[in-house]
Every structure is written in C-alpha cells, then in structure tokens.
C-alpha cells in the first residue's frame, strides 16, 4: 500500500526530486549476482607413448553386472536435427566416397577403407562402427562405476576421432572386446597407432588398465612406436 504521506509529500517536492524518491527502493536492492562464465573446455594433451602409458592407473578388472544394454547406443548424435544416429554420422564422417542418404538416414553406395585390416568396402551394410576400447572392456576398467548419461556418452562420443572407428565387421569379430595383451591388428603398420588410441581413449576417459594390458601396452611403447605421439582431450 502507499503511504498517502509520502504520496503527499512527493506532490510537493521539485519534478526531478519527486521522480527518483520513488527509485530509493530499487536503489537499496542488492546488485545481481554476476553471470557466470562457461566452464572452459579440457585442454588438450599432447605426449610421447611411453609417458602416456605412464600415466595409466593399475587395476584388476571386474566384468560383473556387465551387458550390451549398460550402454545406449545409438543415440541420436552430434546433430539431433539431421536424421541420423551416432552410427551413420560416424559412417558419413569417414567414407573415402560419400554415399547418397535416402529417407532415414539409409545410406546407399560410398566407399570405405578399414583401418584395423586394410580393406577396401563398399556399402555401409558391410562395416561396423567399433569402439575402439570395446563397451565390455570400458565396463571392466571403470565405466561399471558410471552413470548411465555417462556411459551413453562414452558409447556415443564423436569428440575424439580414435573412439568410433568404421571397420569390417570381420575384424571388429576378431577384436571383440580383447585388450592389447590378446588381441592387436595383425599388420605392423597399424599396430602402433592402434597402441596410440587405445592409450589416448583410456586417459580421456580416466579408464583403468590391468597389469597384463600395461605390460604389452609398454612394449610396443619402448619398443617399435617409441616415436608414437599421443593426443586426446579428457572427456567431460
């Protein structure tokens, strides 16, 4: 209610006066709190392959409660809006000839090369989208700790070009979800990028490795790919 003094009152002070009297309660607020900038993104680390393997964290792996569903793949992708899940973006994003997209993201014709075997594939119908460290052996080397937003993003993430790769499904079978110490591509040729992304993917997702993993990880890091330069960004 206003004071019909202070009404009064005012109706008798000089114009300018009468008009910031009745601001003094806007004055006295307290200020606004201040925007709050943005988080700042990761930076990025570069590093030789010997040390980023010394950075690794030791710890046995535990695959209990794990299945395929602990992880939502695909999910819509970088692009909400374009019709295509995290998959045929990955798809699109690495085919040496882009193939034609019909309705519902289909993707017909392009061309593909295989990075794990070399091979030449046309026809998305004939690759898998692998996760370079399989969704299994995340499970075991941390991710069983996660939230579920956390480990959709890991099964989803186009942030790091080393975590999804388009490959045969014949070696992506061969794979599986086998660490360093059982399993790396038979050529020698890729073996040492192949130790350099597995090692990036871990640091950027804070992943564990157990100690027959670290053990082959740190011969191929002191040995053929000592030159092996490793680059990743820790995920958010």
């Given at each position: 209610?206003?004071?019909?003094?202070?009404?009064?009152?005012?109706?008798?002070?000089?114009?300018?006066?009468?008009?910031?009297?009745?601001?003094?309660?806007?004055?006295?607020?307290?200020?606004?709190?201040?925007?709050?900038?943005?988080?700042?993104?990761?930076?990025?680390?570069?590093?030789?392959?010997?040390?980023?393997?010394?950075?690794?964290?030791?710890?046995?792996?535990?695959?209990?409660?794990?299945?395929?569903?602990?992880?939502?793949?695909?999910?819509?992708?970088?692009?909400?809006?374009?019709?295509?899940?995290?998959?045929?973006?990955?798809?699109?994003?690495?085919?040496?000839?882009?193939?034609?997209?019909?309705?519902?993201?289909?993707?017909?014709?392009?061309?593909?090369?295989?990075?794990?075997?070399?091979?030449?594939?046309?026809?998305?119908?004939?690759?898998?989208?692998?996760?370079?460290?399989?969704?299994?052996?995340?499970?075991?080397?941390?991710?069983?700790?996660?939230?579920?937003?956390?480990?959709?993003?890991?099964?989803?993430?186009?942030?790091?070009?080393?975590?999804?790769?388009?490959?045969?499904?014949?070696?992506?079978?061969?794979?599986?979800?086998?660490?360093?110490?059982?399993?790396?591509?038979?050529?020698?040729?890729?073996?040492?990028?192949?130790?350099?992304?597995?090692?990036?993917?871990?640091?950027?997702?804070q992943l564990t490795v157990d100690d027959r993993e670290l053990e082959a990880l740190k011969?191929?890091a002191e040995g053929p790919c000592e030159d092996t330069v490793v680059h990743y960004a820790?995920?958010?």
């Open positions: 209610m206003v004071n019909k003094y202070l009404t009064r009152g005012l109706s008798a002070l000089p114009l300018p006066l009468a008009l910031v009297v009745p601001l003094l309660p806007l004055l006295l607020l307290p200020p606004l709190p201040a925007a709050q900038a943005a988080p700042a993104a990761p930076v990025a680390e570069v590093t030789t392959l010997a040390d980023a393997v010394g950075q690794l964290k030791v710890a046995e792996e535990n695959r209990a409660g794990y299945t395929t569903s602990s992880f939502r793949h695909w999910n819509a992708g970088e692009d909400a809006t374009d019709g295509c899940d995290t998959r045929a973006e990955v798809l699109l994003s690495e085919a040496v000839v882009a193939p034609t997209v019909g309705s519902g993201c289909g993707l017909t014709g392009g061309r593909w090369t295989s990075h794990l075997d070399g091979q030449e594939v046309t026809g998305a119908g004939s690759l898998d989208v692998a996760h370079l460290v399989a969704l299994g052996e995340a499970w075991d080397s941390g991710a069983s700790a996660w939230t579920e937003r956390r480990r959709e993003a890991y099964a989803n993430d186009q942030g790091a070009d080393a975590s999804l790769a388009a490959v045969t499904a014949r070696i992506n079978r061969r794979k599986a979800d086998k660490d360093p110490a059982d399993w790396m591509p038979p050529s020698p040729d890729v073996q040492c990028r192949y130790t350099g992304e597995w090692v990036s993917t871990k640091l950027r997702w011969v191929y820790p995920a958010v």
